[in-house]
T-cell receptor
Framework: DAGVTQSPTHLIKTRGQQVTLRCSPK?????VSWYQQALGQGPQFIFQ???????QRGNFPDRFSGHQFPNYSSELNVNALLLGDSALYLC?????????????FGNGTRLTVT | QKEVEQNSGPLSVPEGAIASLNCTYS??????FFWYRQYSGKSPELIMS????GDKEDGRFTAQLNKASQYVSLLIRDSQPSDSATYLC????????????FGTGTLLAVQP
């Protein structure tokens, strides 16, 4: 049973560029959440997708956008990259959006902005 | 601002000892509490969830929840060097959803 898969594993971009990160949820999961984890910090919630719509959003600017496809996979797009966007980006899936539904994380995408 | 607080450590314990990790949270409306383990350079791995006051045991791990004190803890019995990692406390951000607020994590070092 495949878990949450993310691609690419690592990415190096230049300031001002745009990036797209991809995520496939665990089998049977229909809800995808994205988190940003800076070095030495806990993950911070970016947004959550369910039924192909953004359902909740954290305190991130509009440069961060996403999409969910009919097969529940998801993309995270970041425009006009800043040095401060360098972080580990984590995708998590869950059975549903309920408060008791644990998140299962993928291996993450390490983004470096130079 | 809803917050989750953890001591960043490092918490150093000898092999075979009990490691005690603590976490406090600010939102009284939180209903779900999770502990994740994160090895260096890896992603968080769910190890425990707890939803009601009291203790919940799973193998060498025991999670404890006290909603009145807004306090969650994780005990690791018979600590092993392989338990050395950062332990993240996560609390659902209020309401009925599973949006999580994470602490900054406690680094545990188990000495052989």
């Amino acid at each position: 049973d495949a878990g949450v898969t993310q691609s690419p594993t690592h990415l190096i971009k230049t300031r001002g560029q745009q990036v797209t990160l991809r995520c496939s949820p665990k089998s049977g999961h229909d809800t995808v959440s994205w988190y940003q984890q800076a070095l030495g910090q806990g993950p911070q919630f970016i947004f959550q997708y369910y039924e192909e719509e953004e359902r909740q959003r954290g305190n991130f600017p509009d440069r961060f956008s996403g999409h969910q496809f009919p097969n529940y996979s998801s993309e995270l797009n970041v425009n006009a990259l800043l040095l401060g966007d360098s972080a580990l980006y984590l995708c998590a899936s869950s059975l549903d959006r309920g408060g008791n539904s644990p998140l299962h994380f993928g291996n993450g995408t390490r983004l470096t902005v130079t | 601002q809803k917050e989750v607080e953890q001591n960043s450590g490092p918490l150093s314990v000898p092999e075979g000892a009990i490691a005690s990790l603590n976490c406090t949270y600010s939102d009284r409306g939180s209903q779900s509490f999770f502990w994740y383990r994160q090895y260096s350079g890896k992603s968080p791995e769910l190890i425990m969830s707890i939803y009601s006051n009291g203790d919940k045991e799973d193998g060498r791990f025991t999670a404890q929840l006290n909603k009145a004190s807004q306090y969650v803890s994780l005990l690791i019995r018979d600590s092993q060097p392989s338990d050395s990692a950062t332990y993240l406390c996560a609390v659902n951000g209020g309401g009925a959803t599973n949006k999580l607020i994470f602490g900054t994590g406690t680094l545990l070092a188990v000495q052989p």
